[in-house]
């Protein structure tokens, strides 16, 4: 009795979950259009390897330019820091690193579409330990490289044609 209770009430959740459009995390369906896909851009950066790599993961197959497959092309990775806040002395207490990149995509007879993805992280001056802050840096940047290539990702998939 009490399995029977338990499998009914998973399985009213899942219909619930499923109802409502909830979707694991990373599971993006891409519109049909956009299942073959040439993508333009440099492709001995790092950023560029992590958006290919997700768009393999989303079931994408990359193509060579052939006229009439959609382009994705990213263009203008960019990346900074200002300071975000100082000590009484006027030395740096905290910086603001921003990334930001811009994306195209140019689908065959349709007009082309602009996107811009931009982080910010703050992180703290540690100059007695240089060290381990240019390595906070480090990872920080990279986060910030998977977190806009998942984002390219997810707005390609909220595109409907």
């Known amino acids: 009795m009490l399995s029977r209770i338990k499998a009914i009430v998973l399985l009213s959740l899942t219909l619930i979950?499923?109802?409502?459009?909830?979707?694991?995390?990373?599971?993006?369906n891409l519109p049909p259009e956009l299942q073959r896909l040439v993508l333009n851009g440099d492709d001995?950066?790092?950023?560029?390897?992590?958006?290919?790599?997700?768009?393999?993961?989303?079931?994408?197959?990359?193509?060579?330019?052939?006229?009439?497959?959609?382009?994705?092309?990213?263009?203008?990775?960019?990346?900074?820091?200002?300071?975000?806040?100082?000590?009484?002395?006027?030395d740096a207490l905290e910086y603001a690193m921003r990334f930001g990149t811009r994306f195209t995509l140019d689908m065959p007879d349709e007009p082309r579409q602009v996107f811009n993805?931009?982080?910010?992280?703050?992180?703290?001056?540690?100059?007695?330990?240089?060290?381990a802050s240019s390595r906070e840096q480090q990872?920080?940047?990279?986060?910030m490289e998977h977190e806009a290539a998942e984002q390219i990702v997810r707005q390609l998939s909220r595109l409907s044609f």
């Not at 790599?53 to 330019?65: H, P, Y």
């Not at 931009?118 to 060290?131: E, G, P, V, Y």
């Open 17 to 28: 979950l499923a109802g409502c459009g909830f979707q694991l995390r990373g599971g993006e």
């Open 44 to 90: 001995k950066t790092q950023f560029y390897r992590l958006v290919s790599a997700r768009l393999l993961r989303a079931d994408v197959v990359l193509v060579e330019n052939d006229g009439d497959t959609p382009v994705l092309t990213i263009t203008g990775v960019a990346q900074g820091n200002t300071t975000a806040s100082v000590k009484p002395s006027g």
């Open 117 to 131: 993805v931009a982080f910010n992280r703050s992180f703290l001056d540690k100059s007695a330990q240089a060290l």
């Open 139 to 143: 990872q920080l940047r990279e986060q």
